[in-house]
């Protein structure tokens, strides 16, 4: 990279040291950062109208959005007794129409001043005396010669996000746009290529100062786009290297030990069972098999849904390697699980003769010596506790497979991490949170999948309900009668304490309220995060043996834990849950043979529009998703149990985000791109990355030497031990 654009922007025009430290508050220092600040939207002048067409269409009756440049020539202050109405008024070069605002009148007052251009967008309206309206607009600044340019020559204009710190020191939109414009003018070729030659030219991709021009100051739709594409594949390509350096590190490596199942012990567990294992069970488990008999680590992530049945099949694989001799670890997310997977384990291998020992914090000391000895020396065969087994110092004897349990908060171990600990064990992961399985291939190409596509049989699915917080008398009383049948209740709310702000019920206050009025005779436990895990324990395993009829709750119980005749959850504030959650909550009940039942409680507003709500989902337009996001969340609730189905929803409703959990996953997050959107462009990249890495894993050919360069500065962090690290 050449020495300019390192240098600071402070010597770019107009910028100077105050301006400078503006910028670096929002992590722009270099001339490179700022090239690097992409704008956030454009416009574009086929989609500006001027005020005649958009009056003639109004007339016409047309309902969208649409957007035109004009000057401000008048503003006006309204003031009535009670509310004021600031008003301007507008023209552009066929005509004149005003903008109204009834809120924030303060702010839009000093921000429209005349003489002043802008691009307004909204819906437009008539006045009743015929005038073309908008009602608190959109609007872009511009300046004069901006808008005469834009309109003569048909640039596209760029918007950037001016974020306070820069308003502060009078950045505002087009000095913005002026300092960007002279740093892409001056600097952009001087960039160095990202990307190696023979790539661009495979995959026609515009050169980095090319697309660095066009993203900026584009001269047209297409070549926009271009710069777009560039930009993102070149991000979605460096991303799938890491992934394919991740899968060669597990595949260049062979186990130390080997695995053949034994199958009178199988066979005398799963006769001792009360069931017999789903069809989706064996499928997955003979999947399973066959990577534990290989000779390369198995590195498989097991998906299936609340109640599925995963447990068993984890206990099965950690079976067919103790009985080969080895040991085998199961990673809970929480110490409450642990405890909870340690108890049934236990219980289900009662008569196996197998030595399961549970490690978490808390124990006492000379518990935990004994553990740690039996672990090393062998003695202990199944070894559950959670992340810390790892983490912490523990020494094991010969370990063959870790199970880790990460019910919907889906991460993936690095196996780097077990490698520098000296273990090369097969590794399952397993996960509730469905993931669609061309997206699970290509951001985890490194991984197996295998999914549990079906429920145990005995299984009837939850009766969910939503009901509006006025009638939670009825709620109660409801519950009341069941309890008499035997049945426990959850009742959840979003979090512990009471802030002023928010609005939420205090799970804490609550509890007391329920306890002095609505459920006085009954028996109520407490349970939220911030109490210990012995605590939390505690009161979970007192309401499993019944010694309450209701356990008031923040989300600590998502995480599952198995309560039989736990059959109602009521769900407080349910709009504020995100679908994912929800369906994990719901996921708490229904795990014995009763009738279980799922009540969402909600504002009486969000009730009324989610009965009237009779549309299907898939004819919604975005912007109709957008505005009616909590109700088709809600709404799903009722219509889906599938967990599959609801996370396709939750998707298109939340973007991928950070569903998947690429935090955890070691891999770095995605800038520019958005997997959900940009499928075509991560099928290409990955192609190309993996053939790269397939075809030079050590990037030691003069033609990726660039490749190798990049991953080197950019990615220092996420390369672990690759062969190039
Ligand atoms: P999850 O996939 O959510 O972890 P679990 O493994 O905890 O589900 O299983 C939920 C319940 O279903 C457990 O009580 C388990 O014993 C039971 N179960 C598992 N497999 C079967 C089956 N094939 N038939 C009937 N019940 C089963
Ligand atoms: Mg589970």
């Known amino acids: 990279m050449s020495g300019n654009l390192t240098k600071s922007i402070q010597y770019l025009k107009s910028v100077g040291p105050k301006r400078a430290e503006a910028f670096s508050k929002i992590g722009i220092r270099t001339i490179k950062d700022l090239l690097f600040y992409f704008p956030t939207k454009y416009l574009d002048r086929s989609t500006i109208l001027n005020s005649i067409k958009v009056l003639q269409f109004v007339r016409q009756g047309y309902q969208g959005e649409v957007t035109i440049i004009g000057k401000v020539i008048s503003k006006e202050l309204i003031k009535y007794s009670r509310k004021s109405i600031f008003k301007i008024r507008m023209k552009d070069s066929t005509g004149t129409f005003e903008c109204i605002w009834f809120q924030s009148i303060k702010y839009f007052y000093d921000t429209f001043n005349e003489g002043d251009y802008f691009a307004v967008s909204a819906k437009p309206v008539l006045t009743k005396y015929g005038h073309l309206q908008f009602v608190h607009p959109d609007f872009d600044r511009l ?16 918007f950037y996000r001016v974020p306070k710190e820069l308003r502060e020191k009078n950045l505002g939109d087009f000095s913005l746009r002026k300092i960007i414009y002279q740093a892409v003018e001056i600097f952009a070729d001087e960039l160095n290529e990202t990307l190696p030659e023979y790539i661009l030219k495979e995959k026609n991709i515009l050169p980095i100062n090319e697309a660095i021009k066009n993203i900026h100051f584009p001269n047209s739709n297409d070549a926009l786009n271009a710069a777009k594409k560039r930009i993102k594949f070149e991000e979605l390509f460096y991303f799938e290297c890491l992934v394919a350096l991740r899968k060669n590190l597990i595949e260049n490596r062979r186990k ?26 064996l499928k997955v488990l003979h999947e399973i098999r066959l990577d534990l008999e290989s000779n390369k ?34 990673m809970a997310p929480t110490e409450i699980l642990a405890d909870q997977h340690y108890k049934n384990i236990s219980k289900l291998l009662k008569n196996m003769n197998i030595n399961v020992c549970l490690l978490i914090g808390g124990q006492k000391k000379s518990d935990r010596e004994r553990i740690l000895n039996d672990i090393k020396n062998g003695t202990a065969q199944i070894i559950i506790g959670t992340h810390a087994l790892i983490e912490e110092n523990v020494e094991f004897n010969k370990v063959a497979l870790i199970v880790i349990d990460e019910q919907h908060r889906f991460g993936v171990l690095q196996r780097s991490e077990l490698i520098k600990k000296g273990l090369n064990p097969d590794v399952l992961v397993m996960t509730a949170t469905p993931i669609p399985r061309t997206l699970s291939l290509t951001l985890y190409g490194d991984l197996e999948v295998s999914i549990i596509d079906e429920m145990p049989a005995n299984k009837k699915p939850v009766k969910t309900v939503l009901r509006s917080e006025k009638k939670l008398p009825e709620v109660y009383k409801f519950i009341k009668e069941k309890t008499k049948e035997g049945y426990q209740t959850f009742l959840v709310y979003p979090i512990i304490e009471e802030s002023e702000k928010s609005e939420l019920k205090a799970a ?18 407490l349970i939220h995060g911030r109490m210990k895990w012995q605590e939390k324990e505690k ?15 923040t989300t600590v119980i998502e995480v599952g834990i198995d309560i039989p005749d736990a059959n109602i959850i009521v769900i407080n504030d349910a709009e504020r849950f995100g679908l994912a ?12 043979s009763k009738q279980a039942y799922c009540i969402l409680i909600t504002k009486e507003e969000f009730v009324s529009k989610t009965t009237q709500l009779n549309f299907n989902f898939e004819y919604l337009s975005p912007a109709q998703i957008e505005k009616n996001k909590t109700i088709i969340r809600l709404n ?21 985000g950070d569903i998947f959990g690429t935090k955890q996953s070691g891999l770095p997050d995605l800038k520019y791109s958005d997997i959900t959107e940009d499928v075509d462009i991560l099928y290409e990249a990955k192609e190309m990355a993996f053939n790269v890495i397939k075809t030079d894993p050590k990037l030691s050919l003069e033609k990726n030497f660039i490749i190798k360069k990049i991953l080197k500065e950019n990615y220092s962090n996420h390369l672990h031990l690759s062969q190039i690290a």
């Open 143 to 158: 300046s004069e010669k901006e808008s005469s340019d834009f309109l003569n020559t048909g640039k596209i204009i760029p």
């Open 256 to 281: 130390s030990f080997t695995i053949k199942v034994k199958p009178e012990p199988i066979k005398k567990f799963l006769n001792s069972l009360p069931f017999q294992l789903t069809k989706a069970q």
């Open 297 to 330: 680590p198995m590195n498989r992530l097991l998906q299936g849904d609340v109640g599925s049945g995963k447990t068993i099949v984890a206990l099965i694989s950690m079976l067919i390697a103790v009985t080969n001799g080895y040991q085998a670890i199961l």
């Open 508 to 525: 804490e206050s609550y509890y007391k309220e329920l306890k002095e009025n609505y459920l006085y005779d009954l028996r109520i436990g």
């Open 539 to 553: 009161v979970m395993l007192d309401f499993a043996e019944k010694k309450y009829d209701v356990l008031v709750s």
């Open 581 to 592: 959650q929800l369906h994990q909550l719901r996921g708490r009940v229904g795990r014995g």
């Open 636 to 656: 799903s609730m009722l219509i889906h149990n599938n967990g599959f189905e609801l996370a396709e929803i939750d998707l298109k409703l939340r973007g991928p």
